[in-house]
């Protein structure tokens, strides 16, 4: 089993940074991929970003690529993701998610991949 607790959000003006972190327990958590996933007010969850169980591979949504980076450390237990020269169109909640694979590279990209949820941080970006 996997415990999740995202941190970090905030409100931020458009152009502006936030890191958002998720502090994970158990012991399967350094074997599993990561993902972050996002839900805007009215829309459904959507994916962010991903990353494989070592942080040696990495997958992002079309519309972050090139502004958000995922990373992780293993050894804090700890994934992170930083987002920068963000927009009003990433307002959301931010929830990070741990993969039902164990010890696989490839990544998924869709919510029923993942068994395990945080309750999500509020990301609210200002024009």
């Known amino acids: 089993q996997v415990q999740l607790v995202e941190s970090g959000g905030g409100l931020v003006q458009a152009g502006g940074s936030l890191r958002l972190s998720c502090a994970a327990s158990?012991?399967?958590?350094?074997?599993?991929?990561m993902g972050w996933f996002r839900q805007a007010p009215g829309k459904e969850r959507t994916f962010v970003a991903a990353?494989?169980?070592?942080?040696?591979?990495?997958y992002y949504a079309r519309s972050v690529k090139g502004r958000f980076t995922i990373s992780r450390d293993n050894g804090k237990n700890m994934v992170y993701l930083q987002m920068n020269s963000l927009k009003p169109e990433d307002t959301a909640v931010y929830y990070c998610?741990?993969?039902?694979?164990?010890?696989?590279?490839?990544?998924?990209?869709?919510?029923?991949?993942?068994?395990?949820w945080g309750q999500g941080t509020q990301v609210t970006v200002s024009s």
């Open positions: 998610a741990a993969d039902r694979d164990s010890g696989t590279y490839y990544l998924h990209d869709t919510s029923p991949s993942y068994d395990y």
């Open positions: 990353i494989s169980w070592n942080g040696g591979n990495t």
């Open positions: 158990g012991r399967t958590f350094s074997s599993r991929a």
